[in-house]
């Protein structure tokens, strides 16, 4: 199964946020609610970056956010699997065959 955001990304936004939680109480947290330690990562990609209603961001505060994200899953224990810029379908492509690699790892 594949997520987009979830409890790992809601704990890292409340921490960032200055959360009353521990770094500890979070991978506790993290801990009784398993997940598959590789996450994908879709990089900053200038060419197709468009802000609008929900994405008011500039360049320069996206490519933060993403360092900051990047930052939180690594300090919780998680690895990336970057993305590649690519077409929709290559993209597709990519992550079902990453994770036939991961199952087949299992």
């Known amino acids: 199964m594949l997520f987009d955001r979830g409890i790992p990304d809601a704990l890292g936004m409340t921490y960032e946020a200055g ?3 521990t770094h500890v ?3 506790r947290h ?6 598959n330690p590789t996450a994908f990562f ?3 990609w200038e060419e197709i970056f468009k802000t609008d209603f929900e994405r ?5 505060q996206a490519l933060g956010i993403a360092a900051s994200i990047r930052n939180w899953y690594h ?3 998680f690895t990336f699997v970057e993305v590649p810029r690519a077409s929709p379908e290559e993209r597709v492509a990519f992550i079902l065959e ?3 690699r991961l199952r087949a790892s299992e």
């Open 42 to 44: 879709f990089p900053y």
């Open 30 to 35: 993290l801990y009784e609610r398993p997940y």
């Open 56 to 60: 008011d961001q500039s360049p320069e």
């Open 75 to 77: 300090s919780v224990g």
């Open 25 to 27: 109480q979070i991978i």
């Open 19 to 21: 959360s009353s939680l």
């Open 98 to 100: 990453q994770v036939e």
